[in-house]
Structures are given as structure tokens and as C-alpha cells.
């Protein structure tokens, strides 16, 4: 066997020879323009200065890679505040991924009935990492209510869809969440492992999730987990509003619209019907 016969390793799709590695071929200035977009996205407009102090890089720097992203429309800059965004053209390019899914699609209709029917702000979610990433809402018509735009992150233990998908994880994925931090955002929230595995129990014990001021003082989130056809929980459908009207007297009705609804969207991915 010469040595252009001998098997070489698998190496995966995606990636030329020679790249096992999956950091060796990184390229610097592309991280740090991610970098600038992540942070754009989480603050929702920062200053120039503000921005090197978060990421501890020079201003001089970050206004190259900031203009760079202007000329492609990833940031824009306003002029009054001077403060920078997202662009455009960065939503055009995120958005693929829903695209790609067919998950908001499918859902927008629930939403949108979910919302009418409890008459409170509908929310879409997905797990990423250990973080929720809310895709897609349905607001209420009232003038005090939640408001998670899309591309917004939430933290997995505080969260009423993120609850709702942590009790499907298994006690070594939830160790491994728990030895990261949970951070404490409020008096209720569950800040320890043993008590967000409680918190977990009476989420699979009852089939929805309860976020009962656990992120923010005064606000209420009941969420169910979507399945898909492989009958994993791959997402997660919320209704949230203020305290005095997700008052205790509704939670039964609201939870039951929520299940419902999220019941509706896992027979839609093709999910098995619950047992």
C-alpha cells in the first residue's frame, strides 16, 4: 500500500484537509467583527466608547471593523446620538435561519390566536446554549406588557420557556448549567441547582412552566415545550403579562390555552401525540 493508498482520518464535511482543528483556521478580524455584532445586538445601540469598554479593545480599532460593517449594512450609525445598531442587512442574513426551520412560520398563526385568546403577549423561543432565543412575539393590545423582540436572550433557569425545556435536559446537562452560574435576577428566582430541580419537577409533574417574577419584579410567563417528530423538545411557547392580570385565579385558564397552543405547533412539526 503506498502511502497515497493509506485511509486518512475522517474529517468533517464543511472544512478542507488539514483542518481538524476547528479554531486553526480562524481568522481574527472576522471574529472581532462577530464579536462588534453580538454586542450591537445584546445592548441595542452603544457609543463607540461604550463598546471598546465592554469588549476591552481600542477605539481605534473597533472603528475600523464598525465602518467595515456599515459599508455592508451589519451597523449603521446615529448621527444624533452617536450611538451604533444593527443594520439591516445583518436582520436579512439572521433571518435566514428562521427560514430555514419553518418554525416561525408554522407558529405565527398560534401566536397570534394564543394572544387573542389570553389576551396577553405571545412568545416563540428556542434553546441556544444556555440561553433562550426568543423568534418570534404576538403583542397584546394592552399598554403595559412584556416585550421580548426577536433575537432577544434570556437566561434558561429564569425563564418561562427556558423552564419549560430544561425539564426535558437530563441531570447531567442541568449539572453542567448550574456549575456555569444561575445568576439571581430577583428574590424568586432560582438561583441553586436543587431548587431549579425542584422548580423542574412540577414543570413535567403539571406539562407547563411557571415564571413567577423570576426574571422581573411585577411579571408573570407560563410557557409549554414544543416537540418535533423525533419527540424532542425543541422549543417553547409563552404567554406573559403583568402580575395583576396573570393574576392567580387565570393561571389554570392561561396555562390551558398555552399547552394547547403549544400542542397545536408540535403537530404541526409532526411530533407523535402525547402519551
Not at 471593523?65 to 451604533?84: C, H, I, K, Y
Not at 435566514?96 to 408554522?106: D, I, K, N, T, Y
Not at 434558561?156 to 427556558?162: E, K
Amino acid at each position: 500500500m503506498t502511502a497515497e493508498d493509506t485511509p486518512s482520518a475522517p474529517r468533517k464535511r464543511g472544512r478542507p484537509r488539514g483542518s481538524a482543528d476547528p479554531d486553526a483556521g480562524a481568522i481574527r478580524a472576522l471574529d472581532r467583527g462577530l464579536d462588534v455584532l453580538g454586542v450591537l445586538a445584546e445592548a441595542g445601540g452603544l457609543t463607540l466608547t461604550g463598546m471598546a469598554a465592554r469588549l476591552g479593545q481600542p477605539t481605534s480599532t473597533l472603528h475600523r471593523v464598525l465602518t467595515t460593517l456599515e459599508r455592508r449594512g451589519m451597523a449603521e450609525l446615529d448621527p444624533a446620538t452617536q450611538t451604533w445598531h444593527v443594520g439591516p442587512e445583518a436582520f436579512r442574513v439572521g433571518s435566514a435561519f428562521m427560514r430555514r426551520s419553518g418554525l416561525v412560520e408554522r407558529a405565527r398563526p398560534i401566536l397570534r390566536a394564543l394572544m387573542e385568546r389570553t389576551g396577553e403577549t405571545a412568545n416563540l423561543g428556542v434553546a441556544r446554549g444556555n440561553l433562550v432565543l426568543f423568534l418570534a412575539q404576538v403583542e397584546t393590545h394592552e399598554m403595559i406588557r412584556a416585550f421580548f423582540p426577536p433575537g432577544t436572550l434570556s437566561p434558561m433557569h429564569a425563564s418561562g420557556i427556558g423552564k419549560a425545556l430544561l425539564a426535558h435536559r437530563t441531570p447531567a446537562e442541568l449539572r453542567e448549567i448550574a456549575a456555569e452560574g444561575l445568576e439571581r435576577f430577583t428574590p424568586r428566582t432560582r438561583a441553586s441547582l436543587a431548587d431549579l430541580s425542584e422548580s423542574l419537577s412540577e414543570v413535567r409533574a403539571r406539562g407547563f412552566a411557571l415564571d413567577d417574577e423570576e426574571r422581573t419584579p411585577g411579571m408573570r410567563c407560563i410557557a409549554a415545550p414544543v416537540f418535533d417528530l423525533t419527540g424532542a423538545a425543541v422549543a417553547g411557547l409563552s404567554v406573559s403579562g403583568p402580575v395583576n392580570r396573570m393574576s392567580d385565579r387565570r393561571l389554570a385558564e392561561v396555562a390551558a390555552a398555552v399547552t394547547e397552543a403549544a400542542q397545536d405547533l408540535s403537530r404541526a412539526l409532526g411530533a407523535p401525540p402525547p402519551a
